[in-house]
């Protein structure tokens, strides 16, 4: 298992970026896929963006496509997602995401869950 916390939200103008952290407990750090997902005011939970458990692979939402980049440090059991060029409808909270069985092209729902950073974007 695997516990998450996200940080890094907060508000920010249109077409400015923010660089959301997720630090991740336990030792298999390395064995997990991970991801990023977000959920506006009064819409469902999407999927945004995920890494493979070995960085070769990545998804994203076409949505933030060219904006947004998911990353990982091993060394520091965290994973990152940049994000530039953002929009107002952008604002939602931000989850962090672990699966130990997941191929980021399927852009599912992944197993383990962190609380979520507000990341909101004023016009």
């Known amino acids: 298992q695997v516990q998450l916390v996200e940080s890094g939200g907060g508000l920010v103008q249109a077409g400015g970026s923010l660089r959301l952290s997720c630090a991740a407990s336990?030792?298999?750090?390395?064995?997990?896929?991970m991801g990023w997902y977000r959920q506006a005011p009064g819409k469902e939970r999407e999927f945004v963006a995920a890494?493979?458990?070995?960085?070769?692979?990545?998804s994203y939402a076409d949505s933030v496509k060219g904006r947004f980049t998911i990353s990982r440090l091993y060394a520091k059991n965290t994973v990152f997602l940049r994000m530039n060029s953002l929009k107002p409808k952008d604002t939602a909270d931000y989850y962090c995401?672990?699966?130990?069985?997941?191929?980021?092209?399927?852009?599912?729902?992944?197993?383990?869950w962190g609380n979520g950073t507000l990341v909101t974007v004023s016009s």
């Open positions: 995401a672990a699966d130990d069985d997941y191929s980021p092209a399927l852009k599912r729902a992944m197993e383990y």
């Open positions: 336990g030792r298999t750090f390395s064995m997990y896929a």
């Open positions: 890494l493979s458990w070995s960085s070769d692979s990545t």
